[in-house]
């Protein structure tokens, strides 16, 4: 069997995967707004989707960011290996 070559280290940070990802979300935001905004088309589900993927995007930024800070001050209830 044959292994698969290692990632790039910018697709290994999971900083830079979730950053991107949620920075396309808050883009998807903008357009589907200007979209509104210009042909006022109403605000569906899509917009809603993009909402949420845009909020729980910065929350698992937030969460992964408490877990790295309390896996650098030692503490015992923290996620080992977010170095």
């Known amino acids: 069997m044959i292994d698969p070559p290692p990632l790039t280290r910018r697709l290994?940070?999971?900083r830079v995967v979730v950053g991107?990802?949620?920075a396309?979300?808050?883009v998807a935001v903008g357009v589907l707004l200007i979209a509104h905004l210009v042909t006022g088309r109403p605000l569906d589900v899509v917009f809603a989707t993009c909402v949420a993927g845009a909020l729980l995007g910065g929350l698992g930024w937030g969460v992964f960011s408490w877990q790295r800070a309390a896996a650098r001050r030692g503490s015992r209830t923290a996620?080992?290996?977010l170095d």
């Open 12 to 14: 290994d940070d999971i």
């Open 24 to 26: 396309l979300w808050v």
């Open 79 to 81: 996620q080992r290996g």
């Open 20 to 22: 991107v990802g949620t």
